[in-house]
């Protein structure tokens, strides 16, 4: 796109009127009849998303009971949180970029170089960030000065066209961020006088659930979250006193401490608490240390209210509180694989403190490349991207060579640079570990690793030494999680030996879930056919009956059948939580939600659920289905991996599971 034409869109999105299709409802969704029949009243949409008609035909599949569970999801009662939505208005009428609020008008580029003194504090938060205005981005506002300008200075001139790079980069990222926010702010304004309002939901051809309102809904960001709440307010007790203090715990980035010690710091705060419920914005010192400022916000005037009362048991919440899994990709892998090490480093196995596999995974790769420093070897990996994981692997761990990188690094430079510029941090492995269960390739893992460092040191080190230390660290992250997480590489090789059985077959891969939905993979190549009118050509892409896209095939596979483990985990305990007892409950895959006084007892639905699921021979049945599918090509099939000795019931002896 042209330079100015992003001004303008950039400039002017506040006055564009975008079309708002699919909004939440005001009335009860319809129940889902049929796959063509259900949720909006006069919009259409299929009860599974899916652009490609499945080679089964669902009308002979009995669904009733998903249908069932996912109309009751629609039912739930919600309403707009008003005083949030007063806040963020505020906020960012006001530029202050809190949270994912974006800014209100584009970062400044230097009119001239100057001496650039950098800074490394990528706070979003920080409200008094400036380049050439009083409105806040991502750098201190001494980002640069124009002292004089020595014009032998490399060194100025390179820092110059890395932070002018740089500030590019984030004005572009606004071309998205700005319409997409201001359509969330839309329909909470449009709304915000509706007494009830619901999401009606749908699933994909896996089972996970997603609301069909695509703008404002609670599975998006934390402010979308913090603009919602249960419409339903319900006495909190004692136990809902202190799960509302969990959450808000939670929200500030302690959910790595003991129950006991996140009580401890809410009660310690109860201070800062109360000051930022009066006034946020007179408070960001305190608010700026919240992982997710809104919802923080959002807990913190629930709590104030609650403590305000007399008796703060009896006060009536809607705040929806949330249990989140531990890495949950990891969870049912480890209970798959019947893995002693893998659920106890993922909280199936119960314990006294919350374990934590993102930063016992970090100690791992910490301990590791703490032993490349001063080694001084240069083993390239300057074309590492193209091979497969275990070479990639291989490749940091082979003879210690002395044949260049191709930019001039060495594995201990390398080091140096994670040490010196501090990043080995918690943020920087803890998307490549969510994903590696999921599939993620050498590429995507490095990209993910490349995000994180981007905004952490994008203006300090150029786009080469960059992509070198992403592509370092995250081989490094590979080789950690496999070394805690055997079996579950075994398994996940035993899904790819069988993609590849029917890739060899030109047969897409099915299998029924635990809750009883078929599930094909919808990966095709498309046929194109190209549309002559009297005006022009139209190439259009069929995708049915096509050719199977066999490499997504193949990828696809690991991750789609751990997301149908989750979604029947989800729907059977929603079942218990909605058509069972009538509790509002909603959840985001692996984030369950319910009212405060609910949340003892969802919690015990959350566990028995899981023994439910994994009482059941889930790698037997999909190996026996694979056999039954493939006839005389069954001998193909390799049996199912060994399983371990881990006992699936004691998760519901396990605090911190789901927390």
Known sequence: MRGCCANYLLNNAINSHVPLNYLPMICKPKRWINNEEGGMLLLKNNFIRCNIKPLFNLDVCDLSRI?????????????????????????????????????NK?????????????????NRNNSNNDYN?????????????SNGYNSNSKEELRKYYLIKEEINRLNKRLISERPTFLQKLAVAKTLENNKIIYFPHNIDFRGRMYPLSPHLHHMSDDICRSL?????????????????????????????????????????????????????????????????????????????????????????????????????????????????????????????????????????????????????DANSIGSISSVSKSSCVSSLSSSRGCRDWGNGLSRGDLANYCFTYDLLKRKVVKQTIMTICYGVT?????????????????????????????????????????????????????????????????????????????????????????????????SVISYQNSLLHKNKQRLGFPPNFVHSLDASHLMMTAEKMLIQNNFSFAAVHDSYWAHACNVDIMNTFIRDSFVTLYNEPILENIYKNFRMRLGKYATKIPPPPEQGELDISLVRQSSYFFS
């Open 228 to 376: 919602i709440s249960f419409y339903d307010e319900k006495e909190i007790g004692e136990r809902g006193l202190f799960w509302l203090k969990i959450h808000l715990a939670n929200n500030f980035g302690k959910d790595k401490l003991n129950f006991d010690k996140r009580i401890e710091w809410v009660n310690k705060n109860l201070h800062n608490i109360k000051k930022l419920s009066e006034n946020p914005f007179e408070n960001m010192e305190f608010w700026n240390t919240a992982d997710k400022p809104w919802q923080a916000l959002a807990v913190s005037l629930e709590l104030t209210k609650a403590l305000q009362c007399s008796d703060a048991t009896k006060f009536k919440s809607s705040i929806p509180v949330q249990q989140d899994g531990t890495c949950n990709g990891l969870q049912h892998y480890a209970a798959l694989g019947k893995d002693k090490n893998g659920g106890k480093a993922v909280n199936i196995i119960p314990s006294d403190e919350p374990q934590d596999i993102y930063s016992v995974v970090l100690d791992i790769v910490t301990s590791k490349i703490r032993r490349d420093l001063g080694t001084g």
């Open 106 to 122: 584009n970062y400044s580029l230097p009119d001239s170089i100057g001496t650039i003194t950098l800074s490394n504090d990528n």
């Open 133 to 145: 205005s009083n409105s806040s981005n991502n750098y201190d506002s001494n980002c640069y000065s």
């Open 67 to 103: 249908k069932n569970i996912v109309s009751e999801i629609g039912n739930v009662r919600w309403k707009i949180n008003k005083e949030i939505l007063y806040f963020i208005e505020e906020a960012y009428m006001n530029g202050k970029t809190i949270g994912k609020i974006p800014l």
């Open 442 to 538: 050498s590429i995507g893992a490095k990209n993910q690793v490349k995000g994180k460092i981007q905004n952490m040191i994008g203006k300090d080190l150029d786009k080469n030494t960059i992509n070198r230390l992403s592509q370092y660290i995250s081989n490094y992250i590979f080789e950690s999680i496999s070394e805690i997480f055997k079996r579950a590489m075994i398994i996940k090789k035993w899904f790819n030996n069988l993609s590849k059985v029917t890739n060899e077959l030109n047969i897409p891969i099915t299998w029924i879930s635990p809750i009883g939905l078929p599930c094909e993979q919808p990966y095709r190549l498309g046929n194109r056919i190209l549309v002559n009118t009297p005006l022009q050509s139209v």
